[in-house]
């Protein structure tokens, strides 16, 4: 079940003991360990125990690789539109590669400036998930899901302020998109797009 | 003051009668009179009175004229997203050319298929001022804003629902556009993104 | 490209004769039209047309078969919890089946009776994606989620009085659902998560 | 009245020094006091003046035991879903104890790992009332709700981000169940449930 | 299991035949049915099957009891503040003495006029559960619950106007409460209200 | 204009210098000048300047008296709920003295010691206006005003946790209350309701 | 005790019948009877029993006078923005009157036309106490309490669309204001503010 | 394109480091850049590289100017409501300048004392554009648009407390105006009522 998949640890709202503990029963099933939202003193803390964990200071992220390494084999665009939303698109982008996808990036295509983003139709064709992170008004993912085939999965940022409610803006934009073809996590949530993507690559290699 | 420009009567939430006198009211100072928010009956009692009333089903608009007929000065464009958004596009056309500026539209160009927005862009460099109307998650103004130079007005409308709550997530998606050199009204208020409009365009022409 | 995709009409806020005139438009293409939150008035004045057009009462759409029926080929399983959730599920279903799909139907499945929901593995097993229709709370989409493997797609329905506030309760439960692999669609939106459970498939049968 | 039940200071928005004096005025009354919300330093300032004051660090609860201790006599449940709703399903189970209930906890039983819940259905069977604590989207108390005869105290917390806006979305989710037989306490509220709770087991026991 | 207890018919949003089916249906298991949010023309359709059946016009319940009627053991008040919460208070109580309770029903004392409350109070003292019936600002619980040391079931209900928001203002004062052993329940969940005070007398008399 | 009355300066948001360099400007025109919102710092500043400045430290009000300080005329009385209402209740009383007032305080009357409220009717009926300054759910004000012939003027307070959303649970409370007689603030305005409260009893002496 | 004070009926979610016997019951008693809220057919019924009832068609309002009437004492000025407002703003109107006010009418004087509202400098003298109506923006209240003295009560009205919430903006905009001396009620609540103006100019007579 | 516009840095969720970065890539364009929300510490290591950067500590902007600086030629008039709105208003005004306007500044013109305003008449006739900016209610934008026939950019600010919700009351008030020729900006964005006045005052000159 869930083969080659990761154990994942939440870590906001743990302490570093608790995450460190934590890190540490799952290694024992021989499993990669992966632990989002991950500060560095987590990060430093971790590695005391695991002198090879990975860490990712952008996404915020800890890997702790074990067992065997899966041959990537989904293919994962993560598109985002401002560098506010980095952290949460890296997030996405790490989290898919640890479930065994490839994963390209294609960052700073906001819908204010559309001919970046008409540049990219042999990224957006190369994939088979799109991942659509975006704060602000969350504009992207409506454009990217007319111009693909594939499936997208949107995720709202709390990156704005004023009238955009700590991301509630984006949140309703991409709920009320008029493409189709768009399912949307919650705010800030790369590391659920990314499971999504991957539940959606695994059936796909599953089928093959 | 305000020469040329029309008297106004919103006639949502008073009687027929109410609007007759209203109108019969304002005539009587030579100037023209635009009613909006009026539905058939309300024309039609209108009509008895003044034979030469002009009545737009779709923007609900009435409109009599009186006094010398301004030439067209301002250039208007009214763009629009989707079909439903069409009785607040033409509300905002309508009231936009009885204020004296030429008005063009460009319908039907939502996100979802941006080839079609891309085809339109000579339209956009004719206009003055740009009117975007759009329900549903409102990208609209965002993408047009981008691509564009003006003034860009935006009008959330109420078409939509679930998530949608009424135009709100329009509203909020307009507000924190990522594209700068937007002002938005209400939802659904294509008389106000018209005026607004023409206070512009009145600007231009009297800076000539 | 969309080989095999229907055309879609939304009916809601359309007339009667708006409808038709595009249906007529749309099948002039020769590909299969479906109209969607069609009342019985809608189907009478499309039947008068295309005599061979199929209605369902429940789920509101009307189907115009033209061109080559594909043979169904990915597997969407759709669940709901209660039955006044059915007119969603059943809009989901249907829009599956036209878009290519094996469709199975596994209702009245609330969380309040969690050993129906158990009784139910085998079908969750057969599924390539499970599109998850519920009110009231919305916790189908999060007990689905963590027995299956596969991508879920959750709609929440404006099933509800009170504090539901038109499905805004089921909406926020679907967000932050604890479980992880979920997509989330606007309330009521079974078009939607049709539209993307068959974005899925056709990139598994694609990548085959 | 209110016999055996203990005093109750809450301490938030209290300066320590408030807190110790109030403590020190009711126990003058040879009652038991229970302080909630009180950080380490309130506990040590407490402890200052009286030594015997237990101090719960999880629950953040201190207790100044007086007069007779009651023998325990309901029997009360408390359950939670994550590890992050710890500090309210403690505050629930502290009071519920102080205030004369045997209090036994069945902690990170989330729905998305349903099998985990179904293996404790002889805790379930032997409560009187079960306090049900989660955050994100608080679908537990309906499973609970489902699987138990007995009443149910549903407590969201604010465990969460995004779109669960502080603790409403599990909130929506309890106000929402479609199980019925629970009652909802405000977010993050242990104190409000266990005080429900013993009102209700004081009935039964006066009921013998 | 659930001896004695009514199945549950909720008929907002079902069809008069559906509901007439399922009530059939029900019957068939010789237990006795009650269905809510009933119209008289739910009831007349009803009643031409069983012309036994017992409908309740403010209450908007219709009951065919079925097997033995269980002698009433639990005892339940129903208080109400204005006539307008009417029937949502009748509602709770024929729900409650479908469950087998001693019903009383204390109307029309709402908090602006304490006095009339406060001569109630050997009502109070009566009862083992006390359900509050409130709308506009639903300070009623807050009050009851002050004087009684019995559970206190807290039913906001949807009147009033303005910011009232169809019962949030009532919904937010019940969850606040400065006093202690209260639980809510969804707005105008009148049911819902007698459900979870019959679950608490039930554990009374089983308990004995 | 406004004979006797002070001069005011809100210090939130503003730097101890610009509040000291306000100050010195207003007292120039020998008017008496109230600050409120003052930290303590900011009064150790007003204080080199102005050595008989007074202060204190629960309502956060600095007090520079100037010219002749007129008779009190007006009877106002403050109440409130719980302690942390102090400050605000404070802030109230403090303004309602500057602006010529007696004033009494009545704190610690919630409603769920109703009793404690009941014993306080001479100095309601004592009063020419009341000032009710709660928080949580805020049904004082409508008990009080039930009670009285008086004008109520209701202030919400922040005090709260989880749905109290910041007062907006007390603000609503107050707007839809059930008892007439009352005008309503904004969430912490002690300052406002004092106002108010003066402008009445300066007409009751004007008219004298 | 509120002597010549009404008796009052809040017709809306009654019947006819109910709302002819509340008030028969309530005329025998001598006092003068409002009802409010009152549409036509209430009024015909309430007519056939007491011929002499006093109805306003736009302020919904029924008087059955019985007893003295008092001599008018109290000045109270009723000011409104717009046409749409007048329905709440006699609904002041009368109730002011009926409660022994002298009442002044200040109608269309909304702040995007300035000069009209200060043409109205000695209406605003006049009064002991001004209630302002105003929905849109509601931006009249700040307005009036900046150039008077007296207590200002501000009733925002539901007038508006889109944004507006159903009086939400003006509401929010009341309680906000940055002149100090107002008071809020519930939006639409003419009655309201009529009773607390009528409470304020009852302490002024009761002073004299 | 855009000629003689700057090039502009958002800095609010950028560290120190990135920003420099930016400017100093953006200045090799031979542009000026402007910078916003920029603290203190980030302007020092601005200027240790661009000796030339001019910094407003209160509208938080640093300019680096570069390139022939053009001929200012719009009126941009910047209006004000309070004190604490001055960052706003100072962040649309050096924008403004920036983007070759003349700007005139009136500050701490509320609507409370109107007659402030009412002596400004002049300055508003001198403009080509007004910004309004104002917070607590935020009232001030209408009635400013009442007496001008200019273009309104109104900018909702965060300025107040309680029911004010960061900026919702004003934000509500401003799109609800009963004035017309208002667009609205988000919440804070002084920068963006600037860029939209200077695509007005650009297209004016460029009609010339
Ligand atoms: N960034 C994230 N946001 C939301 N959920 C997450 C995130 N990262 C991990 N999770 C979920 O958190 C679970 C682990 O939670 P915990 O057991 O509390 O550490 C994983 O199984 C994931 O489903
Ligand atoms: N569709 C509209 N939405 C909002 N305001 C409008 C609309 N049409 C007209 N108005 C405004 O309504 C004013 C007339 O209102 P009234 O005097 O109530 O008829 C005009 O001066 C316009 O500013
Ligand atoms: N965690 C809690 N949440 C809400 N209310 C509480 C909590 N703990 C105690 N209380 C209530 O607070 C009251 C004491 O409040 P106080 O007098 O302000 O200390 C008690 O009687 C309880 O009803
Ligand atoms: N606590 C308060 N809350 C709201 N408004 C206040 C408060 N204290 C003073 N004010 C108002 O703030 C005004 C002074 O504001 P400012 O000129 O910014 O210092 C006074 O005239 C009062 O109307
Ligand atoms: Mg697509
Ligand atoms: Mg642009
Ligand atoms: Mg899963
Ligand atoms: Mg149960
Ligand atoms: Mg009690
Ligand atoms: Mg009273
Ligand atoms: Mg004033
Ligand atoms: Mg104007």
């Known amino acids: 079940l869930r083969k080659g998949f990761p154990e994942v640890v939440f870590c906001q709202g743990k302490t570093t003991?608790?995450?460190?503990?934590?890190?540490?029963?799952?290694?024992?099933?021989n499993r990669t360990v992966l632990a989002t939202r991950a500060g560095r003193e987590v990060y430093e803390a971790v590695r005391a125990v695991f002198s090879d964990a990975v860490y990712s200071e952008l996404a915020r992220t800890i890997v702790v690789y074990r067992g065997e390494r899966p041959q990537p084999k989904g293919k994962v665009l993560v598109m985002s539109a401002g560098t506010a939303d980095l952290p949460v698109a890296e997030e996405a982008a790490v989290t898919a590669e640890v479930m065994g996808n490839h994963v390209r990036r294609c960052y700073d295509v906001g819908v204010a400036g559309i001919h970046r983003l008409l540049d990219k139709l042999e990224m957006i064709r190369w994939a088979q998930v799109i991942i659509v992170v975006a704060g602000m008004e969350g504009a992207l993912a409506s454009v990217v899901a007319g111009l693909a085939e594939q499936p997208v999965i949107a995720v709202p940022t709390s990156v704005g302020y004023g009238a955009n409610f700590h991301g509630l803006a984006a949140l309703l934009t991409m709920l009320n998109s008029c493409a189709s073809g768009i399912g949307v996590v919650n705010i800030d949530n790369g590391f659920g797009a990314a499971a999504l993507a991957s539940a959606i690559t695994r059936m796909m290699v599953g089928s093959e």
């Open 17 to 29: 003991d608790q995450v460190v503990e934590i890190v540490q029963r799952l290694c024992g099933g």
